[in-house]
Each structure stands twice: as C-alpha cells, then as structure tokens.
C-alpha cells in the first residue's frame, strides 16, 4: 500500500530513477497534435490514445505519476476501468491539471496570468474523490527586451502560492509550474536572470501563503538561451547555469524539482537532464522530469491512429520513459537510442504544446 500523507506523496513522484508523465493537454492542444498527424480527434480516439500511454508495458518502472486534465481523469480504459484507477492499480499516482489557463493581464496586453482560482477548492475535493493525489498548475512568463513585468511575476507568485495551499488543505501535492518561455531571441543569460526573478517571488509567495515546501513539487523550465537567439548554449552552459539558479533560490526544504521540456527535443531533454544529475556539487532535491511533449513527441507518431500500431506506440512511449529514467539519476547513455524514431525531430513538430 502507498502511504497518501503528503511528504510521502511528493517523495514518491521524485522515487530514484522515476519521473511524471503530463498528459494533460487540453482537448484543442491534442486535436491540433492530432490534426498534424490525420488523426481524427473524438473523445474515443483521446481515450484510446492515453490508455495506450497509461498501459504502456513496464513504463511504471520510470513513471511515478502522471497529470491528467478533466475530460482524461473523467474517461474509463476499454474494460471500463476509470484511467485513474487504470494507473494507481499499477502504482503510478493519478495526477491533475486544475488552473484553467493564461489569460490577458490586465494593464499589461503582451503578459498573462494564469487564472482558475474560483471554486478551486470543490474542484480539488472532486478531483481527490476520483483518486487524484497530486495536482498541477503553470504559470508562463515571457521574454522580452522590457518584460517580464513586476506585475505579472507577482500576479502569477501569488496564483501559484493560493493554488499551492488550496491543494494541501484538500490533501492533494501541489506542483508548482512557473513556466518561462523558450520563445524570443533572448540570450541564455537573460533566460536565467528572468527565471532567478520568477523564483524568488515563488518562494516569497510560498511562504506568504504559508504552503509547506515538504508536500510540493516545484516544476521549472531549464535555463536556455530563446529559440530565436542566434548562439544556442551548449549542453554544458544550460545545466551549469541551470543548476546554479536552482542553487540561488531553491530551498533545501523542498524533496524534488521535475523540469517541464518546453519544446527541447526529446533527445536533448533527456540531455540535459542527464548532464545536469551528473554535474558534481551540492544537489539537496531530486532532479527529474515531467515532461510532455519530450515524452509525447515519438508515442502518436507511431501510433497514427490504428488500432494495430497500439504496441508500436506503447514501444515509443516505454524508450523515452527508460531513458529519463535513466537521465533522472545520470546514467542516460546514447546507445540508449539505439531506434528511438521520432525523438529528435525538426523544430517545427515540437511546438504543437502551449497549455
Ligand atoms: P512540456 O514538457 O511539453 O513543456 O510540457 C510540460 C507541461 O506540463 C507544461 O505545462
């Protein structure tokens, strides 16, 4: 039996050598995926397509958890198993996205805020109800020469902190997701500066809100130079910078931080998560993964749709789970890749995610 007290919970998502799987996309995020692909996106071929993932034969050896989003969390598997219990019956937490959102904030057109804060606390009993023991929440920040503005990173603390302590009065783990973007020309000192900044006000808000950091999660982006910029940083300068920014204003209290890939390559998502739980120094948290797209780029490629490409697509799924696996405790190697198709794909397939 899995102990459901928080520390444990959250202890559990960052066990040695497992991380989280987000498939929780929403329903126009994967149909766009799926219109990509000619496949046509019904609430079957969703279910179908998530059971595959959640089935996926000996996955639960890297997976630890994984985050829905509500029509998902509502699904039952092909034997009318409800997915959560699909997956808890294998040992993986059930997971769920609760913010609704970025939208517009107010006085500052080009930044958002992330909104879903009304009635959050009877969503949360619900979504606990049906067996969800942790949960999610993104904030996104983005770069320009002018922003991110003082208003959004306090705005987007502040939303993070109240849904973090929401979700610990109603016994689930918050993961806390301040997101800053890849897009822009940004240079990858700029991209640390930035995410220093979001940190700070986290924490701060955190604490404000008075959120226990030992029944968390924190889920950020590495730091990287934007896609736009004309010198992309090596493998060793995003995770040296990246560790040292965690360093600055991580504390010590918290058991993990699982990065999100935000639109890497599978291939160098796993990468830099491997270089960076190999860089010697102090490391207090676990260092793993929640990633979506870097797990979720190959599966539905194999897949396309038919029922006979079911095992194709669960193989696909199982190669990226064992490599983060393997990254999560600096043991990734590219012999690894031996056949992973899809994994390092043009650019342009790997932006099908903005949720
Ligand atoms: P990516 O790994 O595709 O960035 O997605 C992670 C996630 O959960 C974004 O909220």
Redesign the pocket.
Known sequence: MMSHDLPSVALTLVATGKGIL?A?ETIPTLTRRFDALGIRSTEHSRRTYREMLFTSRGADEFISGV?MQDETIRQQSSDGTPLAHVLSNQGILPGIKVDIGAKPLAGSPDETVTEGLDGLRDRLKEYHGMGARFA?W?AVIHITDALPSVACLSANALALARYAALCQEQHLVPIV?P?VLMDGSHTIERCEEVTGSILHAVFNSLCDQRVSLESMLL?PNMVIAGKECTRQASVEEVTTATLRCLRRHVPVALPGIVF????QSALL?TAHLNAINRLPGSKPWKVSF?????LQDPPPEAWHGKDENLAAGQRAFYQRARANGAASVGQYTNEMEAASPGADDPPHRRDW?D?
């Open positions: 987000a929780d985050i999610k993104r997701e997101e889920k999100l890939s935000g639109g998502a929640s990633y979506g797209r870097a995610r949720d």
